[in-house]
């Protein structure tokens, strides 16, 4: 197909050492979650997760990170590379990726100290400096075991190299082993691997050798660095630019530069109340210090973004992460100019915090590994009938259109896009906004014949007669679990979001819920004054904790009055009276209106309707 012009850096053609990549997207290493708890990659479902995402365009994928040692590991569940039992798996996975035309790094690491105590291994690293987020207690690893660990990853990437990978990166970055010799926060020796810039850099400096020897000159090596551990007393920027130049000279065909470790982890993965590109400067200092390729990453959701990357002379390569979890296709979809196809990532980190559970989870994409794109209309020929267009609504509606059936969606409301629409109106939520529009998109370019305005009643469906219907008409404000009395005018969150101004100057929010907290965080937001009530010990508790961190400082900052541990008993005209923590009853007075955040009932009205025929 046809390039588009306007995306020519970023679909022009690079080169880590010997090996050419048609394009600059990398689809950086996250861990899917696909392995067993002895290291043994699933190797059906991860080629059928990477091939997709070559299928879908990437120039490079990197892998999850692979532990050199059955201790190297970070999590319950990671692949090794430590033994070759271990290679099998990884020849169906890169001989996957070569089908589809594309090129795979594996990522080798070891966790050092961040390991959970309850996974039952021994953490070590180069002192003994406790996690301060795992709180586990590394034993200071002697010269002999780093002469080992040295030696492992040379053999870890011999194997990776067996096992069909284009290439090598190591994980230098993040808070892990090399990373906390490269740390001065975490690297307190004081023999040849300590005490200096050199003295620290000297572990990673072997590991890079190592793997150089064992793989040979042409295999391309990609060292991940976090140039900022954006802690009080870790790699700072400056020191960054030296490693790399370090890093540079002892071997690495490119650096891949990133940032953070464990303890900034809430900036390592940034989310939607983070800069899109947070990190790109990062990438661009670096870059003026060494002559090798450098790749850049963070919340770069845009190929507008990482187009601007490549041609202001940030980086040479783009890692698009999580962008390229929510849609495979990106690359192809936008070299192919159909943009408004690409479904956006929200940053809402649903993915990281899914891993605890098992394998990885996507807010917006349930089909990680078998998607198809373009899509085929299928041959089903039934009439269905789909009431409501939330994303509940929107996402049958189109893939029951592009499955052939024939699909009318009915939505009361003149706007489509049920909740999203007050979702997106938080601050810093637009990408939520931009969900919604896709979802609208893609039920049209499905077929869907839309009838906004319209509420689906049990009559039509008698008369019409389809084959199914779907009864995804959402939920409403449930009723307050306390006395209201008369007179005393209640407003709902969707009130909130849609008419602030009908509110008053000074606003309760009953229910410190997400829902409550977000409210308030926009009404603030607005200049309003607002005091949020919450039963529990924490607001925001059904948040990801990430997400949770900074809405709670954002409402510090703005003056917002949160009060936990508080259970209303009666509200009446401009005042609220409750029990508050162990304190006995307290009254709280002259508020201009009273919002109720106390939870959703399910609006069951058509589906009892139908019944009822």
Not at 158 to 172: L, M, Q, S, T
Request: one cysteine or more; hydrophobic letters at 40%; charged letters at 25%.
């Amino acid at each position: 197909g046809v390039v588009m012009t306007n995306f020519e850096n970023l679909f022009s053609k690079g080169t880590i050492g010997s090996l050419e990549l048609k394009n600059r997207i990398i689809m950086p290493a996250m861990e899917p979650g696909l392995a067993d708890s002895r290291g043994n990659l699933d190797g059906e479902a991860s080629a059928a997760y990477y091939g997709l995402r070559a299928r879908g365009g990437a120039g490079l994928i990197i892998t999850g990170n692979v532990a050199i040692e059955p201790n190297g590991r970070a999590a319950a569940v990671q692949p090794g590379l430590w033994s070759d039992e271990h290679i099998p798996a990884w020849k169906v996975v890169t001989k996957a990726v070569h089908d589809e035309g594309g090129k795979i790094f594996i990522q080798l690491s070891h966790a050092g100290r961040e390991v959970h105590p309850l996974l039952g291994w021994e953490a070590v690293g180069p002192s003994a400096i406790p996690s301060p987020v795992l709180r586990s207690r590394p034993r200071e690893l002697t010269l002999l075991e780093i002469e080992q660990l040295v030696d492992k990853f040379g053999q870890a990437a011999k194997r990776a190299v067996e096992a069909g990978a284009d290439g090598v990166e190591i994980h230098g970055g993040h808070g892990y082993l090399i990373c906390q010799f490269l740390s001065p926060n975490m690297n307190k020796r004081d023999d040849d691997y300590g005490r200096t810039l050199a003295g620290r850099a000297k572990f990673a400096i072997e590991v890079v050798q190592s793997i150089r020897k064992a793989i040979g000159p042409d295999v391309p090596l990609s060292f991940r660095l976090s140039a900022d551990e954006m802690i009080e007393d870790g790699i700072k920027i400056h020191e960054g630019c030296d490693y790399a130049g370090i890093i540079e000279e002892a071997g690495a065909d490119m650096v891949n530069v990133s940032a953070c470790n464990y303890e900034s982890a809430f900036y390592n993965l940034p989310n939607y109340y983070l800069e899109e590109g947070c990190f790109i400067d990062l990438a661009r200092a670096v870059k003026k210090n060494i002559s090798v390729p450098v790749a850049t990453v963070g919340r770069i959701r845009s190929p507008k973004m990482a187009e601007d990357a490549i041609s202001s002379g940030a980086a040479d390569f783009v890692c698009m992460g999580r962008t390229l979890i929510a849609d495979p296709f990106l690359p192809e979809k936008v070299r192919q100019g159909k943009q408004e196809e690409v479904r956006p990532c929200l940053s809402c980190n649903k993915c990281i915090d899914s891993l605890s559970m098992g394998p990885l989870v996507c807010a917006v994409n349930s089909r990680l590994r078998d998607e198809c794109w373009p899509r085929e209309k299928g041959t089903a020929s039934k009439k269905i009938f789909v009431a409501g267009s939330g994303p509940a609504g929107l996402t049958a509606a189109y893939d029951l259109a592009w499955q052939g059936n024939d699909v009318t969606l009915f939505e009361g409301e003149e706007q489509l896009g049920g909740k999203l629409t007050l979702a997106a109106m938080p601050p810093r939520k637009h990408p939520i906004g931009e969900f919604r529009d896709w979802l609208i998109g893609e039920a049209k370019r499905a077929g869907v014949k839309i009838k906004a305005g319209e509420r689906l009643a049990g009559s039509t469906v008698t008369e019409e007669n389809p084959d199914h219907v779907i009864v995804a008409t959402g939920s409403a404000s449930s009723k307050p679990p306390f006395t209201v009395q008369e007179g005393t005018a209640l407003y709902s969150v969707h009130d909130g979001f849609t008419a602030p101004e009908r509110l008053g100057e000074n606003v309760v929010i009953i229910g410190g819920g997400g829902e409550g907290a977000e409210l308030a965080d926009f009404l603030s937001e607005g200049g309003q004054k607002v005091t949020l009530l919450e039963m529990k010990r924490k607001v925001a508790l059904d948040l990801l904790p990430m997400l949770r961190f900074f809405l709670l400082r954002r409402l510090e900052e703005k003056g917002v009055e949160v009060i936990p541990r508080f259970k209303v008993q009666e509200v009446g005209p401009g005042y609220v009276l409750g029990k508050r923590g162990k304190k006995g009853m307290d009254r709280l007075e002259g508020f201009s209106s009273i919002v109720i955040a106390t939870g959703l009932r399910p609006l069951r009205s058509l589906a009892d309707d139908m019944e009822l025929e």
